[in-house]
């Protein structure tokens, strides 16, 4: 019988768990020694990204004496765009940085050129109203830094192409890893979990903080302040802390992407059930703990249309049944959708945050704060509203968690239209070329902009245009390449 990857992660899962368990037993399962389980944990993550990716590549030949000649270069560095998609911003700055310069190079040797898919033509216009947005804001006119994703990932795809095989080994890298990063936040939180004797249903069933003595900077990755102990944390610092990136909604985002990601290959026979089912169960048992509601919501979404959508292409009386079996539970969700917002959307803050951009779009409709400048005029609008507010806010009041909202804020209604623009182009881009990944992720991205703003954090954009740029090489490299264009040196 072959040992396959799911049997190795549960077995080390179990193994691991127990030690922890064993270790609290005998009293050394302590906040003091938290740290070390967080670099043990960091270590976990590399070393099997090294072992998976070494797995995978030993089979096949790269020339490294001519690493950026050939592909090579630009495989690996790919690989290592969307594995740092689950580690601190740093890494990923590391990672844009070396995919670009490797493509740059690659086209410097080939001189082949590939036009860029009509979809990146409104990503890049999308960008241009940011960097048009910048007119008369305190600041001055000038380039925003933060939109630098949004054009250099996609050009970066016009100085090569891979074979869809190896995009797919490559996206099985990821998978794996995405499955990693999951059990490895497992067992963190498992060692969390036991020095702070917590109870698991409160955990799991709504927002919870604990209370903690860790000797740590808490933000020190992210803004180089120190936390004086002890301290009270979000639940979901105990889960992700070791990763050094913390926010619930944009790694509920990175784990949605490894299972969309997951669901493909499993449609092309890459990977076997049993490791699409782990991943499944470890994206909703994280997800909880977390306790990320658009995590929630987002897996529970994704993961029913991506059945109903691959059972359709099977049997279609089968994915009918499962549809109406859906739809039962759905208008069960609706009957109670009072209860249901009040989980999921019935965010007091964000309601507040609603209504003050809502107030300030009716008095700047054709045009708003211009770009990046939504928190002067938001606290000032928040001022004149402080006694017809849902819930009071206080500043500073950074932005608004709606994307939608966000943009007509900073450029009034034309905002509202380029954003819609780029997300119709991706939607009639995905229809036509009938590319599963791209409607998933498409699905995900508004999911995630209905509670939060992407594009208003270089994290945010980041991510969001990594997995564009992705999945669109992969529809790309099935197409005819009679197009390219060869430039002479």
């Known amino acids: 019988m072959t040992i396959r990857f799911p049997h190795i992660v549960l077995f080390f899962a179990i193994l691991l768990g127990g030690i922890i368990y064993a270790l609290h037993l005998q009293g050394l399962v302590t906040a003091a020694n938290e740290v070390y389980a967080r670099f043990l944990a960091l270590g976990v993550f590399v070393a ?26 630009i495989i690996v560095s790919l690989t290592l765009l969307l594995v740092t998609s689950f580690l601190a ?11 670009v310069v490797a493509a740059l190079v690659h086209f410097l040797y080939t ?24 007119i008369g804001t305190p600041k001055g006119f000038g380039f925003p830094d933060r939109t630098l994703s949004f054009y250099v990932l ?60 860790m000797p740590r900077s808490i933000m020190g990755s992210q803004s180089g302040e120190s936390v004086s102990n002890p301290v009270h944390l979000p639940a979901y610092f105990f889960i992700s802390l070791w990763s050094y990136y913390n926010h619930p909604s944009f790694i509920a985002f990175v784990l949605l992407c490894g299972l969309i990601v997951g669901f493909y290959l499993y449609s092309q026979k890459c990977i076997a059930t049993l490791e699409l089912a782990l991943c499944i169960a470890l994206c909703f048992f994280v997800v909880f703990l977390l306790q990320s509601r658009v995590g929630i919501v987002s897996v529970s ?23 109406l079996f859906l739809i039962v539970i759905g208008a069960f969700f609706y009957s109670h959708r009072d209860k249901v917002e009040f989980i999921f959307i019935g965010d007091p803050i964000r309601t507040s945050y609603s209504q003050i951009a809502v107030s300030y779009i ?18 000032q609008q928040a001022e004149k ?31 509202l239209i380029a954003l819609l623009l780029v997300l119709g182009a ?30 208003y954090k270089q994290i945010g954009i980041m991510r969001c245009i990594t997995f564009l740029v992705f999945f669109v090489a992969i529809v790309e490299s099935t197409k005819d390449k009679s197009k390219i264009v060869n430039i002479e040196s």
Request: aromatic content about 22%; hydrophobic content about 50%; glycine content about 4%.
């Open 385 to 415: 509203m402080i006694e017809t507010l849902a819930y009071p806010v206080y500043p500073p009041i950074y932005f608004v968690h709606n994307q939608f909202l966000d943009d007509m804020v900073q450029y009034g209604i034309w905002g």
């Open 89 to 99: 911003r740093e890494m990923g700055y590391y990672a844009v940085t070396f995919f």
């Open 48 to 73: 099997s990204f090294l072992l998976i990716a070494w797995q995978k590549a030993k089979n096949h030949r790269f020339s490294w004496g001519d690493f950026y000649k050939n592909e090579t270069s």
């Open 362 to 379: 009716k008095e700047n409709f054709w045009w708003g704060s211009g770009y990046n400048n939504q928190q002067q005029v938001l606290e």
């Open 426 to 455: 991706i939607a009639c881009y995905a229809i036509k070329n009938r590319s599963y990944l791209l409607l998933m992720l498409l699905c995900s991205t508004v999911i995630l902009m209905w509670i939060d703003a992407p594009f």
């Open 154 to 213: 996609p050009l970066s795809l016009c100085f090569f192409r891979l074979s869809k095989e190896t995009l797919l080994k490559i996206g099985e890298v990821f998978f794996k890893m995405t499955i990693v990063f999951l059990t490895v936040c497992v067992l963190y939180w498992w060692y969390n979990f036991l020095h702070l004797d917590a109870d698991f249903l409160p955990w799991i069933s709504g927002k919870t903080g604990y209370i903690t003595e």
């Open 301 to 323: 979404l994704i993961t029913a249309i991506s059945i109903l959508y691959f059972l359709f292409k099977k049997s279609r009386r089968l994915a009918l049944l499962v549809g």
């Open 111 to 134: 001189h082949k050129f590939y036009p860029p898919p009509k979809v990146f033509y409104f990503v890049f216009l999308y960008a241009l109203l940011m960097f048009l947005g910048t």
